[in-house]
């Protein structure tokens, strides 16, 4: 099956109330374990590249190639788009260039005004091209390629904005954070969210930042019309652990266990563990 954009899985998953998980991959071994997981869950599934990963990769092209060729080997049938995460007036063009089946412009360090200039021509260059586009309004907590965020609650009148010019889905701040949460965090925003979800007209939006938030809160996030949960951290974390695990137990130094093949199956095991847990809490098994 062809990448998708994201378009019609998140409007799916907003009527039925679920929500489709964004998985980040970083190389072959994440992009393989995320696409046989997700393909066995019968679950669709967004796969995030961040310009630093895609960078890291040798660029977006590799990346777009690389999935489009693996998404084919596998004869994965599951509806799988390739979505920019928090791209750049430049890095957007270029991903949309390279091949990718969806974007998200982060336009959010500019002052507003801005954010919508730019915001709005990109929503045109993917429309002209078949892509989805995500936008984001206020910055997220915690840090995103290297710009840090201080965790702000979006204001629902810059999201009302944003979502009149015709994004496909919207990123806004309720309190969430990239990477781990502080033992302090004072939790998502449902009053910020509501709001939120009352003045964007049943747009699907979205919830970075998906590692550490408590299962209740997901869900209830879900309910209000979060349709698009980013994960990113969290398989970096288990997959991290598995593989230290390994090498703790000397397995590398047993027969043939230094082969990358072996070397990193726990890892991948471990990845592949974790989406199914965030499928089963975001309710999109069987939903392909
Ligand atoms: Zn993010």
Known sequence: MALVSAKDMLVKA?????AVAQFNINNLEWTKAVLE???????????????GAAKYMTGFKTVADMVKAMVESL?????????????SYQGTQDA??????????DGSHYPFEENVAKSKEMIELAHSKGLSIECEVGSIGGEEDGVIGSG????PRECQAMA??????????????????????????????EEISKVTNGLPLVLHGGTGIPAEQIKKAISLGVSKINVNTELQLVFAEATRKYIEDGKDL?????????????GVAAIKAMVNEKIDIFGSRNKA
Do not use: Q
């Not at 393909?39 to 310009?51: M, Y």
């Not at 004869?75 to 791209?87: E, R, S």
């Not at 047993?254 to 726990?266: C, I, M, S, T, V």
């Open 14 to 18: 907003k009527t039925e109330g679920y």
């Open 96 to 105: 949309i260039k390279a091949g990718f089946s969806s974007v998200m412009f």
């Open 164 to 193: 009149n010019l015709g994004i496909d889905f919207l990123a806004a701040g309720i309190g969430n954070i990239h990477g781990k949460y502080p033992e302090n965090w004072a939790g998502l925003s449902f009053e910020t969210l």
């Open 75 to 87: 004869n994965i049938t599951i509806p799988v788009a390739l979505h920019l995460d928090h791209g």
């Open 254 to 266: 047993e027969g043939k266990g230094f082969d990358p093949r072996k070397l990193l199956a726990p």
């Open 37 to 51: 997981a997700c393909e066995e869950a019968k679950s669709p599934v967004i796969l995030g590249v961040s310009e």
């Open 152 to 155: 702000e609650l979006a204001d």
